[in-house]
């Protein structure tokens, strides 16, 4: 199960692959900037922020990053183009790590796609996201391809048929309307709606890989952040200890990449999927007497003794 015959692909977003066998290539963490009801917004409308607190946040995501071995990238929300252009100049400003825009409505989405464009920075930018629910996908594909993206995020989500079958129906659906010629980098988010259906979208991801070979993850925070209850009968401990075992589990169950929520959440996750991805790349040496051969790999970086032991024995 932690092996697929269909050849895995790995796509290259910035300086990160992403993708392949799992236990190939760490989890790629991706920490939300300007969400709803993130403290740092002080004016939507004007796209006035706290950029102090801001940086600060993502020094720590890039520390983390480094210290841990796993890739890591922004993404950032919006609800209109000015808006996203004063979050995309800072973003810019302060560091060199890739960065996806996500928005609810197209409009907005375009606007901020185009504004990169001009900038001569989609090699950084990932699109967030081509939904099975747009309104007219052959449009956004269109105008899509005309700006030039080259990373995109699949969301083929069903919820006529919550099941794994219903995303696998989805995807074939926006294949199918991508055509011959899609972006350079593709990436299926199988959606996690709640805490326990972060079950049903691993499943997911087990089958899509199993099929199409194409990298795979969802968002766990939708579940521990949707989940109230768990902060009010646990307190914010046991809530952080939910926020880090759902991220974990999903880095273990054939998750390439992963949209962990508010960057605050970064010193909890990044430990817990950094471990669960050292547990997944053992696992595959036990089957297949094969390491990571990244030496920034959670296993190498934060292992190295035991992987020493193991090099022996291979």
């Known amino acids: 199960m932690f092996h697929f015959e269909k050849p895995q692909k790995v796509m290259q977003i910035g300086p990160w692959r992403v993708g392949g066998q799992p236990g190939e290539n760490p989890t790629l963490l991706i920490g939300s900037l300007f969400h709803k009801g993130d403290a ?9 922020f706290n950029r102090e607190r801001a940086e600060r946040l993502i020094r720590q995501q890039e520390r ?28 810019l400003e302060v560091t060199d790590l890739p960065f996806a825009i996500d928005a609810w409505m197209l409009k907005p989405k375009l606007e901020a796609a185009q504004y990169v464009q001009e900038l001569g920075c989609l090699d950084r930018m990932v699109y ?34 919550l099941l794994p079958s219903g995303r696998l ?24 709606m709640n ?14 890989k199993k099929e199409f070979g194409l990298p795979v993850g969802n968002a766990p925070a939708n579940g521990s952040y949707m989940w109230k209850e768990a902060k009010a009968m646990w307190g914010k401990e046991g809530f952080a200890a939910v926020d880090a075992v759902l991220h974990g589990l999903c880095g273990l169950l054939w998750s390439d990449f992963l949209f962990y929520g ?53």
Do not use: C
């Open 262 to 314: 508010p960057l605050t959440g970064a010193g909890r996750i990044f430990p817990a999927v950094a471990v669960a991805n050292a547990l997944l790349a053992t696992i595959r040496f036990a089957q297949e007497s094969q390491l990571p051969t990244g030496r920034d790999h959670p296993l190498q970086k934060l292992f190295s003794d035991f992987v020493q032991k193991l090099e022996k024995r291979s």
């Open 128 to 161: 967030n996201s081509l939904n099975v629910w747009s309104e007219d996908i052959p449009k956004e594909i269109e105008a899509i391809r005309k700006i030039g993206v080259k990373h995109l995020v699949l969301v083929p989500f069903d919820d006529q048929d």
């Open 64 to 91: 983390l990053s480094l210290e841990t071995g796993l890739p890591s990238m922004f993404d950032i929300v919006a609800n209109s183009g000015d808006e996203f252009k004063a979050y995309i100049d800072f973003v």
């Open 169 to 192: 129906t989805g995807l074939r659906r926006l294949l199918e309307a991508l055509g011959d010629n899609p972006s350079e980098t593709l990436l299926v988010d199988t959606s996690v």
């Open 195 to 208: 805490t326990p259906a972060a079950g049903i979208a691993s499943w997911a991801n087990y089958q899509i």
């Open 40 to 48: 740092l917004i002080e004016s939507r409308k004007e796209g006035r």
